[in-house]
């Protein structure tokens, strides 16, 4: 299973980005996809995650009203929206794919496969 994000950029604060996490070698909708960050000195923090199947989608307290994530099965890739972005979210986004369980979890331990990461930063 390889995983590409993509969609990461600059944005002014209060504006919108939309990621994407695309999978190769696998059927994202029979695994659990999360989304993490990680800024610069700061430990990776987990954003959200959507489980295999029914598609339920869980956030990390931080970024809950704002970030929506969304799965496109013919695509199959997940995407991450973001809005009302401020310079706090700005951070090297990581989507992951977890295969034991499906369920999805904020834990990056749980997670099997990684994708490369895509730069979003947030600054006037």
């Known amino acids: 299973l390889q995983l590409v994000e993509s969609g990461g950029g600059l944005v002014q604060p209060g504006g919108s980005l939309r990621l994407s996490c695309a999978a190769s070698?696998?059927?994202?909708?029979?695994?659990?996809v999360g989304w993490f960050r990680q800024a610069p000195g700061k430990e990776r923090e987990g954003v959200g995650c959507i489980s295999s199947g029914a598609g339920i989608t869980f956030y990390g307290d931080s970024v809950k009203g704002r970030f929506t994530i969304s799965r496109d099965n013919a695509e199959n890739t997940v995407y991450l929206q973001m809005n009302s972005l401020s310079p706090e979210d700005t951070a090297v986004y990581y989507c992951?794919?977890?295969?034991?369980?499906?369920?999805?979890?904020?834990?990056?331990?749980?997670?099997?496969?990684w994708g490369q990461g895509t730069q979003v930063t947030v600054s006037s």
């Open positions: 992951a794919a977890e295969v034991t369980t499906g369920w999805g979890t904020l834990d990056d331990d749980e997670y099997d496969y």
């Open positions: 070698g696998a059927t994202l909708a029979y695994v659990a």
